[in-house]
Structure formats: structure tokens, C-alpha cells
């Protein structure tokens, strides 16, 4: 079992920046790309954003890419999301999740953290 801690969202003016972290548990072999989805109120949840934990391989929403930047730090067992330009359409709950390799598709995934708010006022 994995368990992810997110952390870092808050209520935030148009054009700001925050940093969201997630920290897991551990690793495992099943577990091999981390990544970030939103869900607001009355939607479905969408992919934003996804990394492995070895080699340069990233993704992105097309609605985030050039605002958001996701990273890691392997010796902490940690990713990050830095949103930058942050617009009042990305307020949502932000969910980290784990899985075997990169998708944009929450079924693909077998952990989830328990989502942090992140709110963006006009």
C-alpha cells in the first residue's frame, strides 16, 4: 500500500502562484509515474499534470502547460506542482495519485491522496 500526502493549496488572487507537494509513502515496483488531477464542483476530474520517477518524461493538460511545472525529489519521495498565472477556471480540488506508468485516465491510477483546495479569486 502507498499512501500520498497532499499539501499547499489555499485561496490565492488571479495571477498568483502556489506550490503543491505530495509526499508518498514509499515506493514500490508497481509504482512507477506520479501525477496531478482536478476536480470542481459539478465536473468530472481531469488530468493536469504527470512525471516518472526515473528519466525526463512529463505530460501536461493542455489548459496548464506553460503555467504549471511538475517535479520531484526522489530522495524525498515527493512531486511537486508549481502553478504560476493562476486563473479563477483552475480552482478545484487538486488530487495526487500514483500508478504503473503515465495516463491521463484516473482509472489508470492505484493511489490517491485526499485532495487539497486550491482557490483563485477573480
Known amino acids: 500500500q502507498v499512501q500520498l500526502i497532499e499539501s499547499g493549496g489555499g485561496l490565492v488572487q488571479a495571477g498568483a502562484s502556489l506550490r503543491l507537494s505530495c509526499a508518498a509513502s514509499?515506493?514500490?515496483?508497481?509504482?512507477?509515474?506520479m501525477a496531478w488531477f482536478r476536480q470542481a464542483p459539478g465536473k468530472e476530474r481531469e488530468f493536469v499534470a504527470a512525471?516518472?520517477?526515473?528519466?525526463?518524461?512529463?505530460n501536461y493538460a493542455d489548459s496548464v502547460k506553460g503555467r504549471f511545472t511538475i517535479s520531484r525529489d526522489n530522495t524525498k519521495n515527493t512531486v511537486y506542482l508549481q502553478m504560476n498565472s493562476l486563473k479563477p477556471e483552475d480552482t478545484a480540488v487538486y488530487y495526487c495519485?500514483?500508478?504503473?506508468?503515465?495516463?491521463?485516465?484516473?482509472?489508470?491510477?492505484?493511489?490517491w491522496g485526499q485532495g487539497t483546495q486550491v482557490t483563485v479569486s477573480s
Open positions: 495519485a500514483a500508478g504503473p506508468r503515465i495516463n491521463t485516465t484516473p482509472s489508470m491510477y492505484d493511489y
Open positions: 514509499r515506493r514500490t515496483f508497481s509504482v512507477n509515474a
Open positions: 512525471i516518472k520517477w526515473r528519466g525526463d518524461s512529463t
